[in-house]
């Protein structure tokens, strides 16, 4: 037998790891999975501090880390993926962020954090392309109340304040630069006579004067978040060696895909919900393993089940994704790898530092005896305790396209 | 009982790990070993990434990480090792190459990468001591074709690329500076005419008019790679504070020992190959022991059989080591730690990256549920999962010559 290059699918369940709350025991090991249990008696099994234990990982750091990019090196910051998940264009210097239509009384007052469910398209294209001094400002409406944003132009900087405060009842805060420095300054007042100017064009709005005739809140203000400055990096074609796709519905982890040069797959409802058809996922992430030797896929909604504190929808998702998803790859000839970003504990309804269970099975992986996919089980595995930024490196070295060091 | 100061055997059974492969069993498993596995039985156990997860180790980086001496910064290039394991005189600012005796065609196309296994010493004696403008080019031939290259002078570098390829059939590549610099382009520039010069020499030599009357290919060119720059690092003693010794047999291991002070032991019947006198290798250790606190025990066919992807032959290895060597051991009253430097796996005879199992025995050493010595056994150990870095400084505890801070 002679080695030859393998491929390999990356399963991200979100916000999957848990701690004991019913009975005890986490969703996964109150759900029933016996295809993944397969999985995990077949390969070899352990936990992974996503970014470095007791540090809770954000969504878009924890990818980065697991693509084996060290995030505290790589980070741009969220508004970078946000944007580039919306297909908005950028180049290297400009600046994007994460942005919310929301409801302000005349006092600036915020009524609502995310207003304009619907019809959102419209107000957007009225905010589409403003130009505050020299700088081009343009926002695509992404979901819902979602939109990003791209500021393009000379001297920005990522290092500025929040104007959605995440707290309902608040005044609409001022963006503030969050270092001394003359982009920092500029940024920061281009980001305050955005949200002045948005509030203005909003208000007055043929759509929301629609909205409060139908006694509806109007979708009045552009609340900013989450800046990020945007800079090419090596693709992960040019630091490990293989081609990549990645498999998503929500549009964040494309944005995340495209940042490290990823071709991302689109595929018929995949919605990063708890409606997202994981079939077409499954058959979309087979399709794609026949023309790139990496495939990422991404399922959302076993994280938002955390953050509602939803025990039974968490648990009911990943019997979903066990019945669903996992026997699909049966047949797939590559190396399998299942794991989490982070853990969302239905308890805590936030991200938390504990462990992600992982498994990886395919040619050559030494096997352990475990034999259940759980936090608990995957602990004895033969993978021992690993962090993040190891996952490509050992995944590469199974595929083929690993690095030497020495002789 | 009060504490004093221990001593310690380390064995380094090179390429010892692998992947399932027969049965979906590595070669160590499925080897009937009861005097390793008494040894995890009485210890304690645990994996080690040599260098790190997923970086394939080679043999001269993984030992300089087992010795403690971080790789990235205390690596020299493997010609160094080559030179000191051939007893070459080397001083700061030396350049030393590894090379291999082969067959040119008129055209400079490689046709034996490995030519004159036998008549190799006449003909090194030719080439030895060449002076190309103010270098002295020393030679001296080791086993069979090979041979260690020293290159004394003013404003010599490392970082020169191979003349050797690799690769039969291909033609003898140009050596080229790696770095832009002065020193990289006369290096390369002496390299290219000592493998001119050793052609001309070495084609018309009365031992390669006798080859070709035999019918035999000449060995008519040297090739060089592995360029290493010397420099003198603080040794075992300086930064430990205890005395080493090597017991092997392949010079490379010699070489490694050498540069980081430890006194070489000759051992007769030692070949470094599958036919190497264990039982002479364990009574020189044990030997040694009476004079020094540390004693590295290198027994290197384990790698040969990998690369060579003979299973059953590693197996034979693994029983050899546990019927000729270990039980020898027994009686030594001194800590006993045995792993490898890497994985061979036969399956891909090429060094890999997973992690190999390592125990460590001896006065105060936790003992856990570990009773057998394998990759997958190990996994479960009380050591859990280190770093090649960490074992002299556990080592170093055990043995006394611990390192405190604070107080």
Do not use: W
Request: proline letters at 4%; one cysteine or more.
């Amino acid at each position: 037998m002679s080695e030859s290059n393998g491929k390999a699918i990356l399963v991200i369940c979100d916000g999957l790891g848990d701690r004991p709350t019913f009975e005890g025991r986490t969703p996964l090991q109150a759900a029933d999975t016996p295809n993944l249990d397969a999985i995990s008696e077949m390969g070899i099994n352990g936990l992974v501090d996503v970014i470095a234990p007791g540090i809770v990982p954000g969504s878009d750091t924890a990818h980065l880390a697991l693509f084996g990019y060290d995030p505290y090196e790589f980070y741009p910051g969220r508004g970078v993926f946000e944007a580039l998940g919306a297909d908005m264009e950028l180049n290297r210097g400009d600046v994007a962020f994460r942005a919310n239509f929301a409801t302000v009384n005349d006092n600036m007052r915020v009524i609502d954090r995310r207003a304009g469910r619907k019809g959102s398209e419209v107000l957007a294209e009225a905010l589409n392309g403003l130009e505050i001094k020299d700088i081009k400002v343009s926002l695509k409406n992404t979901t819902e109340h979602r939109c990003a944003i791209v500021m393009k132009g000379e001297k920005l900087s990522r290092y500025v304040s929040d104007v959605d405060t995440h707290v309902g009842g608040g005044v609409v805060a001022d963006c503030k630069p969050l270092k001394e420095g003359a982009a920092e300054k500029k940024t920061a007042s281009i980001v305050n006579e955005y949200v002045r100017q948005s509030y203005e064009i909003l208000n007055k709005h043929p759509v929301n004067e629609e909205r409060r005739r139908n006694g509806e809140l109007p979708a009045n203000i552009i609340l900013l978040r989450g800046a990020g400055s945007y800079d090419k990096v090596p693709s992960m074609s040019e630091r490990f060696g293989f081609s990549s796709a990645c498999v998503a519905g929500a549009s964040l982890y494309k944005g995340v895909a495209k940042y490290l040069g990823m071709d991302v797959i689109p595929v018929e409802g995949a919605t990063g919900k708890a409606d997202t058809n994981l079939e077409n996922k499954a058959e979309a992430a087979l399709e794609a393993l026949k023309h790139y030797e990496f495939v990422f896929v991404h399922i959302k909604a076993t994280d938002s089940m955390g953050h509602d504190g939803d025990f039974e929808g968490k648990r009911e998702m990943i019997l979903r994704i066990d019945n669903e998803f996992v026997p699909r790859l049966k047949g797939a000839g590559a190396y399998i790898v299942i794991t989490a970003d982070h853990s969302t504990p239905v308890s805590i309804k936030r991200h938390s530092s504990d462990p992600t269970p992982i498994v990886i099975t395919g040619t050559g992986v030494r096997r352990d005896a475990v034999n259940k996919f759980d936090e608990i089980s995957a602990a004895s595995g033969a993978l021992g305790r690993l962090k993040g930024l190891d996952l490509i490196p050992i995944l590469s070295d199974f595929m083929g396209y690993y690095q030497m060091y020495g002789t």
